[in-house]
């Protein structure tokens, strides 16, 4: 079945440590998104890509980083410099000309 | 920058009730695509409704119907014949129709929790 899949569903990150954060489609969709879920702030828009080898910082991307070296795979990196990690990160994607945004399932990330 | 707002951050209906939950959005844009999402205690999000801006007539998808009011930038969605299953936050969100390098992406409002009481 095509979907987008991210793992891990749970992630605990120690002070000063990067973590990463893996989101992988086979829905051959070319463009990919990151989003930050808060309660009571809605999904914020961390960084996105619209073909590989390329991608653009969306509204919140300070103390993130990502790659796009192949189509399918799209993850995000949280670094030490994210100083409030813990939240709920939602990957996305979609195709040429395709409105609907397709979700995976999500990460929720906590500081230990 | 185009915002989204939903107004009412907790909603409750009774089962088999009408509900309407708002959202009011702004935008210098003609064209842009209107969604509602749905993301019950799982946390998927699930597309309940989307509505071209280029369509006057609202968009209905079985229980689920929205009333768009482009000049007013108000697209409030109503659920009828509400049910347990319909308990969930839902989400309002904005897309430019024009691609502009990024303008695919989806602009959210803050969401609104819908309880449903049996």
């Known amino acids: 079945d095509g979907g987008i899949t991210q793992s891990p569903k749970y992630l605990f990150r120690k002070e000063g440590q990067n973590v990463t954060l893996s989101c992988e489609q086979n829905?051959?969709?070319?463009?990919m998104y990151w989003y930050r879920q808060d309660p009571g702030q809605g999904l914020r828009l961390i960084y996105y890509?619209?073909?590989?080898?390329?991608?653009q910082k969306g509204d919140i991307a300070e103390g993130y980083s990502v790659s796009r070296e192949k189509k399918e795979s799209f993850p995000l990196t949280v670094t030490s410099a994210q100083k409030n990690p813990t939240a709920f990160y939602l990957c996305?994607?979609?195709?040429?000309?395709?409105?609907?945004?397709?979700f995976g399932s999500g990460t929720q990330l906590s500081v230990l | 920058a185009q915002t989204v707002t939903q107004s009412q951050p907790e909603m409750s209906v009774q089962e088999a009730e009408t509900v309407t939950l708002s959202c009011t959005y702004d935008?210098?844009?003609?064209?842009?695509?209107l969604f509602w999402y749905k993301q019950p205690p799982s946390r998927q999000m699930i597309l309940v409704i989307r509505q071209e801006a280029y369509k006057q007539q609202n968009a209905t998808e079985n229980r689920f119907s929205v009333n768009f009011q482009k000049a007013a930038k108000s697209f409030s969605l109503k659920i009828s014949d509400s049910q347990l299953g319909d308990a969930a936050m839902y989400f309002c969100a904005y897309r430019s129709a024009h691609y502009q390098g990024g303008s695919e992406k989806l602009v959210f409002g803050k969401g609104t929790k819908l309880t449903v009481n049996p």
């Open positions: 935008t210098s844009e003609s064209d842009y695509y």
């Open positions: 890509s619209q073909i590989v080898n390329d991608f």
């Open positions: 996305a994607s979609n195709g040429q000309g395709v409105e609907k945004l397709f």
């Open positions: 829905l051959n969709h070319d463009a």
